[in-house]
């Protein structure tokens, strides 16, 4: 189990439980902040994250439909490795957005995530743990 603080957004002075996660895709990997989103019924994908992990949007086949503020939003289902801190690296779902980064986060829900993981929030000390 890690214990992690939640990290402070300036704009709006709220703790949110935000975790670097290392995302890997054959030989390209990179270090993204994640929102932690039980609220969340999927994991998602900005679309240039996974540009950048060597995802090719045309090869995609995958096709899922979104609701809520991404219901107009064109996504495909990916797999991709997820390791965070030193724990052993795992298979993630992930909805890839067509929307980019500076839209959106990473954001890491019920599917499948927590699945994966047990997550304990305790927000009024801004802490989560992940085991």
Not at 37 to 65: C, H, K, M, R, Y
Not at 77 to 82: E, S, T, Y
Not at 90 to 113: C, D, H, I, K, Y
């Amino acid at each position: 189990m890690k214990r992690y603080r939640y990290t402070i957004n300036s704009q709006f002075s709220v703790g949110m439980p935000l975790i670097d996660i290392q995302l890997l895709n054959g030989s390209k990997s990179m270090v993204v902040s994640a929102l932690v989103d039980s609220g969340a019924s999927l994991n998602i994908l900005p679309f240039d994250v996974g540009i950048d992990l060597g995802l090719v949007w045309e090869d995609q086949t995958f096709s899922i439909d979104l609701g809520g503020i991404l219901a107009d939003s064109k996504a495909y289902g990916v797999m991709l490795q997820a390791q965070i801190a030193d724990s052993q690296p795992t298979q993630l779902a992930f909805a890839w957005v067509n929307r980019p980064s500076s839209e959106m986060r990473v954001l890491l829900g019920q599917v499948n995530f927590f699945q994966n993981f047990d997550v304990h929030f305790y927000g009024n000390q801004q802490l989560f743990d992940i085991e």
